[in-house]
Structure formats: C-alpha cells, structure tokens
C-alpha cells in the first residue's frame, strides 16, 4: 500500500507539520510483514516564499499562494501509484480565501481521500463552511479527534455521521523520569508549571501570570515557564506586541525570578524532557473554540497534571479526574487551584498517573494503527466503476426559479448594476448591459412560465432601453442613481446585448404594447448594424436579428445584414486560426461562447456551409479548452488565455457560464444531437459547484448569484450581472428539457 500525505512539515516550525511527520512515520515506518507493507511520500505545503530543507520523504511542495502548485501536486499524485491521499486540514495553511485553493487539487485526486480536521469552526462564515463542506464531500473519511468535533459536523457542515472516524491526537512514545530532567534543567529545588506552543494572545498566558503572586507567597520556590516561538501570523502582522505586554505585566507584578520565556520552537525530545521536569501542565485559552489541541494531548501523554480553561478539547480530554478545570480569565480560580496541588502532592500525584495510564492508550503507534485501519477500510469499500447510464438533463437539482434578488436589485428606473454581497449598491447606479439583459430573462420567465412578476418588470427595462437611446439610434450605457448620464455612447458590446433583447422581444412579445415599443427602438438603431467593429459586439446584434428574423422570415435587407456580420465573424476565424488553433482572435478572451453561438443562429437561419463550419470548429475548440475534464473551466479574465501561452485561472464569471448554456442549446437546436444537452448541463452545473474550486455561486438565502471566482476564492457580491446569466441559464436548462422530453 502507498500514501500520499499533504500538510506542512518539518523543518517548518507549525504544530500541524509536528503532527504530519508523526503520523507518517507511524504508518510507514513500522516492522510490517512484507506482505502488508506500507510505503509513503509528503506534499509539504511552504508558506510566504519560504523554502525549507526538507528530509527525503517530502517529493514535492506547493507555494501556499501559488494555484497552480496545487495542480501540478495533484498530477503528480495521481501518477504516483498510490492508492489514498491523507490531507491534514487546517485553516490558513492553504492559499486563497479560507484555504480554497487546495479544493482545486482535492477535486482532481484520482484516489480515494481521508481529511484529518484539525479545525471545526462553530459559527464559520459562508466560504469557510463552503470549503469545509466541500472537503468533507470528497472525503472518504473524516477523521476528527474530538467528540464536539462529530457534533458540529454533523449539525453545522450537514456531514454523514458514517464518514467521520473518532481518532485522538497521538502523543510520541517518549518517556523521562521527573527527577532527572529537573536535575539536567537545574530545576531540582523549583516547582515547575508550564505552558508551550506558539504564543499569540487567545492563548491567556496572562491569566496565569495573574495568578502568581498569591502561590509565590506561600510556594517561593514556583517558576513558570512559558517555552515557544510566537505564532508566525501574529509575528507576520503585529511582531512582538503581546510577548512584549507579558514581559511588563511580568515586570510590573515583580515576579521576574519566577516567569521565564523561551522563545524558540523547541523540538521533540527537548520539549517531553521539559514537560517531564513540569509539576502542572497550563493551557489557559480565553475562550471555548479550540476543538483539537496538540499540546494538551502531548501534555497528558507524558503525564503531567494538566489545568486548563474549559475549552471543548480540553472540556473532553480531562474528564475522568485526568486534569482540573477553572473559567476563562479567572485569575482568582487558578491560583485556588494551584495552592491546592502544591500543598496536596498526593492529589498532584493522582493527577498524573491518571493522565499518563491515558496517554498510554494515544502513543503514536496507537494512532497509526487506527489509521492504517482506517485506510484498510476505505480501499475496501472502493466501489467498482461501473457502467450506468447518463441522465443528459435533470431539473429536479435545480432550486427553486425565484426572481427575489432580481426584484431586490429592480426600482423604477431599471436594475441597479451592482451587489454588496446581496443588497443593490446604489452608488454604481444602472447600466444598459444589464437592462438589456434583465429584459431578456424576464420575457423569457414569462414566456416560458407565465410569471406574473416578469411580466411588470418587463417595461421597467423597456423604458430603460428607451431612455438611452441617442438620436442616431445608438446608445449611452451609464446611468447615476441620481439619473444622470454618465456616457456620450455605450460599448459596441452593449449595443449588441440590447439588440439581442430587442429581437427576443419582437419574436416573443407578451402583447402590443411592448412589441411596438421595441420595434421602434430596434430599428432606429439598425442602421448601426454593420458599423460595429467588435466582434462581440456584432455576434450579440446577429442574435437579436436572428430573433427578429424567426418572426418576419422574409425580411430580405435584415437577411442580408445578417449575413454580412456572419461573415465578419468567418472572417476574423480564418485570419486568425491555425491547425492548433480554430479561434476568432489570438486568444480567448471573455463572452467566449457568444462567437460560436452567434453563428450557430445564422447557420440556422441562412443555411450557409462555410458559416456552419465555422461555427462547429469554433464550438469543438471551446469545447476542447474548457470541458475537457467533465466540468466547465471557465478561461478568466485575470490574463486570458493567449495563443502559445498559459490559461488564466482567475476571475471565472458567470457571463461566461452563461454563453456555453446558450451556445449548446442553439448547437442542440441545429443538429438534434443530444450530446450538446449533456455540454450544456455540465455547463449550468458551474453555477452549481461543478467547476475548478467546487463550490456553489448561487446563494440559496438571496436567490442571487456570485460574480465569480477571484484569487482568493468566490466573489460574494450577487450584482445584475452574475444574477441574470444564473436565471436565463436555468431558464435555457428548462426549455431545453422540454425540448429533450419532445
């Protein structure tokens, strides 16, 4: 059997890497029967450029900000031969927001999964439960090392009880007799307590230093010994600030000769000698939210009195007598505690044999064991590949069509163009580009399910459309809050997504009324038709026109522009593709899907070979690009994606999602060919989570939609834009449903 660990570890000084080697070598170095072997390699996880010496176990290490370690990690898994990947988790060890990069490794893993969750937040926010959700999901296992643990994933992450395995923290197999180590430290005539791990301020170190001054007037002989680095993050962002502030408070209480810093990340060996030497063991934690604590296990593996604050680990692990409990920050309480096991060395004494008859049943070969049961149990269960039949389109996943945060973002004016997260940002006003695209979506919710709400916005957008319109038929885009035009003239790409709405609306009019005001308005802009120089914006206006034209066939003069846009668009193809490269342009941009999609429409339209071809060779290549692992990866507008050059990862966004969606209906549409429905679904299915990071856009609390995938993991802004390519994309999954089921 062969593992594949990924976490950090040493020499990087991280509690996490401690527990990722110790685990390693308890399942891969072991006296195992040839028959059952067991061999493994580290992916080490480096933080903020830094690099380490890192010992031959460790085959490859991912940069904590850089994406793309991420995927060349996880090839290189899955050409490894293992057979199961162990993920040691913990939040801020992993680049993006929240650690949502390593979701994109995690979804490639060809191997079965087992997580170790060092953390468990009670009340995350939306991406931290989102991540930790969909970790949980890939997971054949879950292994947590608290009982509060299996509660708050169950109840809050919504997490199989039957995934989850209850394994405690290991603690290493190191012994040393108290009197020794106290006599190597210097410490024989002293009453040793202690506290170690990074220093950072929810640790409450200064409680204990409170509660000194009462136990040294009666226990002189008392020493504290506070040994550990400050945390790395805490050093990164505010540098010795609270080390700093215990010193004075040291200082101020005159307790100099009895507090002592170690500031340095102490290994193994030396830190069980230290505990050894230790009379109690203190974690004094501020509050309630450390669900898994290393150092309190490695406390009670070597034996020592442990008192500590009611935190859920500890809450757990001291059950039973194996250690004492006082409040958060009472100072008053520790110090009644520690005169009591000072002046009862008895009670002291059963304290430790307690906890050290515990710790025996946590050695690290305990642990291993269970994990490599575990495994065992995992590779057992794989279940077989087998052969089932697709479903090509199923809308019973879909939630509920609701047009709330549409209605949220509309007033009488038009549709606000932008979101703070799910509430219309009234300083960035409207837009044309999204009115046009509000007019669109509502007439086809209307015409596709009798809305009644659609059908009152409808002339909302209408006499936005209207109001922007300059004399020459083109128009402004922008708009303040305030009405003000903030634009001379609009984007052709934008003229382009309000003839598309126009000509949806003359071809499915709700009634005359609006059929005659968007005639007028479409036809005073035609003579803009064939001026447009954009190639997105003239594949949008062929769209609009091909609407118009399924209504009035034989108008022969639109006909004929529409065939002199298509072959604009032919044209840009065939100076620009080569064999490699069957595309408009020397790189794909955004709105990618338009293209094809718009010639997809005039090929039905006009019948024309070389139009068709195109349109299908450009559909294919897309397709190769952004469907090839079974799900839409979007190309983002961070870098693009340059001819020769490398795809952009970041920012992915919905109007794309949205262009696929269309331009595998209309492929559907022409061909009848039933493997576009099956494209077209994987391609809502990015709205849904199935795309690189896993995880949903649309907010089931707002019915609004994410604007997309940044760097640092999901946008939680839901403007007009993201909102209204997630509903006309359901809309367009239902018709063609409808279509699939004819």
Not at 232 to 252: D, T
């Amino acid at each position: 059997m062969k593992l594949a660990y990924i976490g950090t570890y040493p020499p990087r000084e991280c509690g996490i890497g401690t527990f990722t080697r110790n685990l390693y070598n308890s399942m891969v170095n072991n006296d195992r029967p040839a028959n059952d072997s067991i061999e493994g390699f580290i992916i080490a996880l480096n933080d903020h450029e830094q690099t380490y010496n890192y010992p031959e176990e460790v085959k490859l290490t991912i940069r904590q900000e850089h994406q793309r370690d991420y995927l060349a990690a996880v090839k290189f898994i899955n050409l490894s031969g293992a057979d199961l990947c162990i993920l040691e988790h913990e939040f801020g060890i992993f680049g993006g927001q929240h650690g949502v990069y390593i979701l994109s490794l995690l979804h490639r893993l060809e191997i079965p999964l087992i997580v170790t969750l060092h953390t468990i937040i009670k009340s995350p926010s939306y991406n931290e439960k989102a991540v930790l959700a969909e970790i949980c999901k890939m997971a054949s296992k879950i292994v947590v090392m608290s009982h509060k643990a299996i509660e708050f994933l169950t109840t809050i992450y919504n997490v199989d009880k039957k995934k989850i395995e209850y394994i405690e923290h290991g603690v290493p197999d190191i012994q040393f007799n108290q009197s020794q180590a106290k006599k190597e430290f210097h410490l024989e005539n002293k009453k040793v307590l202690i506290t170690f791990g990074f220093i950072s301020r929810n640790k409450g170190i200064e409680t204990v230093i409170k509660a000194l001054p009462k136990v040294i007037e009666k226990f002189p002989e008392v020493l504290y010994m506070v040994l550990g680095k400050t945390h790395p993050n805490v050093l990164r962002y505010s540098g010795e600030e609270y080390r700093i502030y215990l010193q004075h408070l040291v200082k101020s209480l005159d307790l100099s000769k009895h507090v002592f810093f170690l500031n340095e990340f102490i290994n193994q060996k030396e830190l069980f000698k230290y505990l050894s030497a230790s009379d109690i063991y203190v974690t004094p934690y501020l509050n309630e939210a450390q669900i898994t604590s290393g150092t309190l296990s490695y406390a009670i593996g070597v034996g020592s009195a442990v008192v500590s604050t009611p935190y859920w680990h500890a809450s757990e692990l001291l059950t039973d007598g194996r250690g004492r409990l006082f409040d958060f920050n009472d100072s008053d309480g520790l110090t009644s505690i520690f005169m009591e096991l000072l002046d009862k060395p008895d009670v002291l004494k059963e304290l430790r044999d307690k906890a050290y008859k515990y710790g025996r049943k946590i050695t690290w070969p305990k642990t291993g064991e269970k994990y490599i049961a575990v495994t065992k149990k995992v590779l057992a269960e794989k279940p077989e590949v087998s052969e089932t039949k697709e479903t090509i389109l199923d809308p019973l996943i879909l939630p509920p069509f609701s047009l709330a945060h549409i209605k949220r973002l509309t007033d009488d004016t038009g549709i606000i163009q932008h979101a703070k997260f799910g509430i219309p940002n009234l300083k960035e006003g409207y837009c044309l580009d999204d009115n046009a695209r509000a007019l669109l979506m509502v007439l086809m919710a209307y015409r596709q399910k009798k809305n009644t709400l659609a059908l009152e916005l409808s002339p909302v957008y209408i006499s936005y459309i209207h109001y922007m319109q300059n004399k020459d038929g083109t128009f402004r885009n922008f708009l303040s809050f305030s009405r003000n035009f903030l634009d001379e003239a609009g984007s052709e790409d934008s003229f382009g997504r309000t003839i598309w709405a126009l000509g949806y609306l003359l071809a499915n009019a709700p009634n005359d009324a609006y059929y005659r005001t968007g005639k007028l308005i479409f036809f005073d802009a035609s003579p803009n038709f064939e001026k447009l120089k954009s190639i997105r914006g003239i594949a949008n206006t062929m769209v609009g026109i091909s609407y118009y034209l399924r209504s009035k066939p034989n108008d022969d003069s639109m006909i004929e522009r529409l065939k002199n846009l298509a072959l604009k668009l032919v044209r840009h193809y065939e100076e620009n593709s080569t064999p490699d490269w069957k595309w408009f342009e020397s790189l794909l941009a955004y709105d990618n899907g338009i293209l094809p999609l718009a010639l997809l429409h005039a090929a039905e339209i006009l019948k024309d070979e070389r139009i068709t071809r195109t349109a299908l060779e450009t559909m294919n290549f897309l397709t190769e690009v952004t469907l090839k692992d079974g799900y839409l990866s979007i190309i983002g507008n961070e870098k693009w994606y340059k001819k020769d050059g490398e795809r952009s990862m970041y920012a992915q966004q919905p109007i794309d999602a949205l262009a696929m969606v269309l331009m595998y209906h209309q492929a559907f549409h022409l061909t009848k060919e039933k493997e576009y429905l099956r494209k077209l679904f994987a391609s809502f299915m990015w709205f849904l989570g199935e795309n690189d990071l896993r995880m949903s856009l649309f907010d089931f609390e707002t019915k609004g939609c994410c604007d997309g995938f940044e760097n640092y993991g999901v946008n939680r802004n839901q403007g007009a834009e993201s909102s209204l390519a997630y509903l006309i994309s359901h809309l367009t999954v239902l018709m063609a449903f409808e279509e699939y089921e004819e």
